[in-house]
T-cell receptor, first 114, second 113 residues
């Protein structure tokens, strides 16, 4: 079991609503990355936060946004939810800039949009 | 740009048989390559990674992979499959140590008793 915790584990939202997912990074890690894993697919990189700033973004629209706090925990916010946003959302924490650092993944938040 | 192709979305092997999961990558820079395993309703666990140095990489649970630059491949192998190896396996590439991964679509491994 990693030290990365995500909350909630499951939630159901209605199309058009907004959602906030949370991630607590492993002790000693300063970077959090977020991934979307649709059913039967590999995880897709959404964005990464380092020192409270966005540090790289995948091919996701602006309604996907995030925050990183001084304690390195992070939030993923999705506005105007669409049915296709239904997926497992994974966060991964790591330590930026160290060769051979490992990224540790949380168990994910399963989001269902109806 | 980086990308990964995993050949075979489903692989079945008998218990005790060789496991071979295929991964080919595309990268505009020297890649860092990873294999992750995912059990049902869980996150991803690192099996092994290649960053620099020796091209044959050994990981956990008896898995290993060989980085072949000429073939742009990073296939995962295990000499003898165990029932507990049944899971989803993902190959991933990263351009640097920043851990921004680009994953393949995954290979579901079934182990037949």
């Amino acid at each position: 079991e990693t030290g990365v915790t995500q909350s909630p584990t499951h939630l159901i939202k209605t199309r058009g609503q907004q959602v906030t997912l949370r991630c607590s990074s492993q002790s000693g890690h300063n970077t959090v990355s977020w991934y979307q894993q649709a059913l039967g697919q590999g995880p897709q990189f959404i964005f990464q936060y380092y020192r409270e700033e966005e540090n790289g973004r995948g091919n996701f629209p602006p309604r996907f946004s995030g925050l990183q706090f001084p304690n390195y925990s992070s939030e993923l916010n999705v506005n105007a939810l669409e049915l296709d946003d239904s997926a497992l959302y994974l966060c991964a924490s790591s330590h930026q800039g160290q060769l051979n650092t490992e990224a540790f993944f949380g168990q994910g938040t399963r989001l269902t949009v109806v | 740009a980086q990308s990964v192709t995993q050949l075979g979305s489903h692989v079945s092997v008998s218990e005790g048989a060789l496991v071979l999961l295929r991964c080919n990558y595309s990268s505009s820079v020297p890649p860092y390559l990873f294999w992750y395993v995912q059990y049902p309703n869980q996150g991803l666990q690192l099996l092994l990674k290649y960053t620099t140095g020796a091209t044959l990489v050994k990981g956990i649970n008896g898995f290993e992979a060989e980085f072949k630059k000429s073939e742009t491949s990073f296939h995962l192998t295990k000499p003898s499959a165990h029932m507990s190896d049944a899971a989803e396996y993902f190959c991933a590439v990263s351009a640097d140590t920043g851990n921004q991964f680009y994953f393949g679509t995954g290979t579901s491994l079934t182990v037949i008793p």
